[in-house]
């Protein structure tokens, strides 16, 4: 019997020990957030009048082959691609340098399973810009592919040639 009661008593504190231990843990951790991915900013682009024209330009051109539209997306286009038009603009041609940067940058923040990215210079109209593109097989490639949104940035520098940059992504 005082087996029992001391294996009774055993049990009791080895219980008591545990919930001790839980407790530290749950007072250690509290006010801790538990890291997780960011999916910063899944909202549509507001688009400029330049970019709003290749954008459904393309969308057309994908419904017109039975795809899906794309949907803007405000991330891939202020974060991303702006930046890299002004950087190709100051080039003064275009450039997929530092692709890998903003790729990471992109899997960083957006649950991406795929992503390509096409960049364009030298093309005076939304239209050129876009049949220049379905006229290239690696671009069109991108244009039809298997995306559910776009980051898009099209400026024109003094002289009036167009730098595009898009950003297509299949979001997960």
């Known amino acids: 019997m005082e087996h029992l009661i001391t294996i009774i008593i055993l049990i009791g504190m080895v219980g008591v020990v545990s919930l001790i ?73 275009a450039s997929h340098k530092n692709f890998p ?26 239209d050129s810009v876009v049949n220049g593109f379905k006229n290239s097989h690696d671009h069109n490639k991108s244009l039809v592919g298997d995306y559910t949104h776009m980051g898009i940035s099209v400026k024109s520098d003094r002289n009036g040639k167009l730098y595009t940059c898009i950003i297509n992504l299949k979001v997960k």
């Open 101 to 126: 940067q903003r790729y990471n940058k992109i899997k960083d923040n957006i649950p991406a399973a795929r992503i390509s990215e096409i960049i364009s210079s030298g093309f005076h109209n939304p």
């Open 21 to 93: 231990v839980f407790l530290l843990i749950k007072e250690k951790n509290k006010g801790k957030v538990k890291e997780e991915k960011t999916y910063i900013d899944m909202y549509e682009a507001n688009l400029s009048t330049l970019e709003g024209e290749v954008f459904t330009l393309i969308n057309t051109y994908r419904v017109s082959l039975g795809l899906q539209p794309l949907i803007s997306n405000a991330f891939t286009s202020t974060v991303i691609c702006e930046p890299h038009v002004e950087y190709c603009i100051e080039l003064g041609y």
